[in-house]
């Protein structure tokens, strides 16, 4: 059983039943994780079920690297239909929750039904506990962790659970891990929230094995070399992804400014929320020298720092380092240049369990209604949603969460709020397939496109590459992707095929468990397939090759392709990326007068197409390629909803 405990969970909370049932039925197609989760997922849920039906399933999954020694082994897969688009979910957090939930002796839980009254699993021993959560319900992710320490005094206790906005339903909440690690997009914490199920809880101790652990510890070493001699890892050691990125981002521009007014933010702004100048004590929240616990085993520590507000009304508030999403999120989208402000919505966002990306898209929309006129303060609660008006968007936060009064139109997400106030206001409503779409989108061709075509809708972190960020030469880029095209910024060329491959490649990251900036996406001297299949075969002792496990990633891709083929019907029209990117050009910066272009898209959706091996017409999967990834019963399933090229 190398590198996996060899059981799942299935709890049904209706019937307070759980049994289980062996991990190696899936392993050999699906791998572990997110690979795992979404095929039960597709095999399990019935299409008419709504996302916030008891039928909905919440799978767990920690692939076979979680909790062994390899760097960065920390992150669990979560897995639901989605809130937003009513198609496939899965999203990922770090911390030590996915280890612990390995070493209480589960690789994969299948949650199903509603709960009575609110609950909480405790997971131990092989076991799973369904215990009652009443005295939880209501309360922030922070006040709960405190209550259930107290109350079993046990050592090593992992949580994943929801606040208030989870409870409330609210489309943007998520589900978090150890205090400010998110499982963002797709709605989570709504459907965990659906099921009265408040947390799960997990602990035990280091027990994985690898099955050949002589070849399993030299191919570790090797890769932490890899590691430690990365100078993006020192980067982001020393200054997290919010000093290791902001500023390139907005020389590139694609910083979303005043909602997507412009992808190029005042300088001046930037250096006011900067890392230097924090570090510097220059402004209203500083780096201090304290340290907040990493993730586990983890030798990058992006959010090892902690910030504290110096002054204003937020004085004396701590807490480890926000994101470089969280900066420009609610800096640039909203145009907020004061770091402590930005620290206390990162702190609501953590405690109440909202999604910092789908939170700040809406919240920048209405702004953008607010200063077109399009809303007033009668329809805001008499709020005044001027750009940078940092009061009003931590109040609007709140509101969001406890779905109070202009906050409940705002839960709803942005396209369902845009078409209550229409006006107009779908226009400047930036979601893709329904989901809120964080990212501006006109400059980097290939970051654009990986955005849009995300299965899940909108999110970066499925298949958004980062090779236009940095200098990469032709020769290199066709060396690791095929693709002589990939560091070209504006090339539309080539950038089909590089999110194709970076697609399957990161099913493959999240289905082993393992956390995506230790890998070519942070960094091109990072780990890529190659390290990944040594890792995987000394971990389970079944050889795999770089390509059979890529093959694999994209075995697990076309799964949750079909998922929404068959649930929602997705066609390429849902492929192509919101009006405003078109028809308005960057305003400012490098690439002043840039905007995408329909008809290269258009051939950039067919070279995806192509690599995919898809219908250019409709985005649907034909029977050659489901076959050749040995995916028979997926084509059936397709065939019986007439859903075929």
């Given amino acids: 059983m190398g590198g996996y405990t060899g059981q799942i969970a299935r709890i049904d909370l209706t019937k307070k039943e759980v049994g289980f049932e062996p991990t190696m039925n899936y392993t050999q197609r699906f791998l572990g994780g997110r690979g795992i989760n979404s095929w039960i997922l597709f095999n399990e849920m019935d299409p008419e079920v709504a996302p916030l039906d008891p039928g909905n399933l919440l799978v767990f999954g920690a692939g076979p690297l979680v909790g062994t020694s390899v760097p960065s082994s920390c992150f669990i897969s979560i897995g639901a239909k989605n809130v937003f688009t009513g198609g496939i979910n899965f999203s990922h957090a770090g911390g030590h929750f996915a280890p612990a939930m390995k070493w209480a002796g589960f690789d994969h839980l299948v949650i199903s039904g509603k709960a009575e009254k609110p609950v909480y699993l405790y997971?131990?021993?092989?076991?799973?506990?369904i215990l009652d959560a009443s005295h939880l319900w209501g309360k922030t992710v922070f006040e709960y962790q405190e209550i259930i320490g107290n109350e079993l005094k046990k050592e090593g206790l992992q949580f994943a659970g929801i606040g208030p906005a989870g409870e409330n339903l609210v489309k943007g909440s998520i589900i978090i891990t150890d205090?400010?690690?998110a499982a963002?997009?797709?709605?989570?914490?709504?459907v965990m929230g659906s099921k009265n199920l408040k947390v799960v809880l997990a602990r035990g101790t280091p027990n994985i094995v690898a099955a050949k652990p002589k070849e399993f510890k030299d191919e570790v070493n090797r890769v932490l070399g890899k590691i430690d001699r990365s100078e993006y890892v020192k980067s982001m050691k020393e200054k997290g992804s919010l000093g290791s990125y902001m500023l390139t981002m907005n020389d590139l521009c694609v910083l979303p400014v005043r909602n997507v007014q412009d992808d190029h933010w005042d300088p001046a702004k930037l250096e006011r929320i900067e890392y230097q100048t924090q570090v510097e004590g220059k402004t209203t929240a500083v780096k201090t020298n304290e340290r907040f616990e990493s993730c586990y085993n983890c030798p990058i520590q992006c959010g090892f720092n902690v910030y504290e507000a110096k002054s204003g009304p937020y004085a004396g508030l701590k807490l480890n380092a926000y994101e470089a999403n969280t900066a420009y999120t609610f800096g640039t989208r909203c145009d907020i240049?004061?770091?402590?402000?930005?620290?206390?919505?990162?702190?609501q966002i953590s405690t109440l369990g909202l999604d910092n990306d789908t939170i700040g898209v809406v919240i920048s929309w209405a702004q953008d209604c607010f200063d077109r006129g399009i809303l007033t303060r009668d329809d805001t609660d008499g709020l005044d949603l001027s750009w940078g008006n940092s009061?009003?968007?931590?109040?609007l936060v709140r509101k969001i969460a406890y779905r109070e009064g202009f906050g409940d139109l705002l839960a709803r997400g942005v396209k369902e709020a845009s078409e209550v106030i229409g006006k107009g206001s779908d226009y400047i409503a930036i979601h893709c397939k329904g989901q809120d779409n964080l990212d501006a989108l006109r400059a980097l061709k290939g970051w654009a496109f990986g955005n849009v075509v995300s299965l899940r809708g909108g999110r970066h972190l499925d298949g958004a590459p980062t090779t236009e960020f940095a200098d990469l030469s032709p020769e290199l880029g066709e060396e690791l992707y095929g693709v002589a095209t990939a560091g070209d910024p504006t090339t539309y060329e080539g950038k089909g095929k590089l999110v194709s491959w970076t697609s399957a490649f990161k099913a493959v990251v999240d289905s082993l468990g393992v956390c995506y900036y230790t890998s070519l996406w942070g960094s091109f001297d990072l780990l890529g397939p190659e390290d990944y299949a040594k890792l995987v075969s000394a971990a389970t002792g079944q050889d795999i090759s770089a390509d059979a496990l890529l093959e694999m990633g994209r075995r697990i891709y076309n799964v949750e392709k079909a998922f929404n083929t068959i649930h929602r019907g997705f066609t390429r029209q849902d492929d192509m990326p919101p009006k405003i990117f078109m028809e308005e050009p960057i305003k400012s910066g490098k690439f002043k007068g840039e905007k995408l272009e329909e008809a290269k898209w258009n051939k950039m959706l067919d070279e995806f197409y192509e690599c995919n091996e898809w219908d250019k017409q409709t985005s649907w999967q034909a029977r050659e390629i489901l076959e050749k990834l040995d995916l028979h019963e997926v084509f059936g399933r397709l065939v019986d909803c007439g859903r075929v090229p």
């Avoid at 997971?123 to 799973?128: A, I, R």
């Avoid at 963002?184 to 709504?190: D, F, I, S, T």
């Avoid at 009061?391 to 109040?395: D, G, I, K, L």
């Fill in 391 to 395: 009061e009003a968007v931590v109040e």
């Fill in 123 to 129: 997971l131990h021993d092989g076991k799973v506990e």
């Fill in 337 to 347: 240049d004061d770091p402590a402000a930005i620290l206390k919505i990162f702190e």
């Fill in 184 to 190: 963002g997009g797709g709605g989570l914490g709504a």
């Fill in 179 to 181: 205090k400010t690690r």
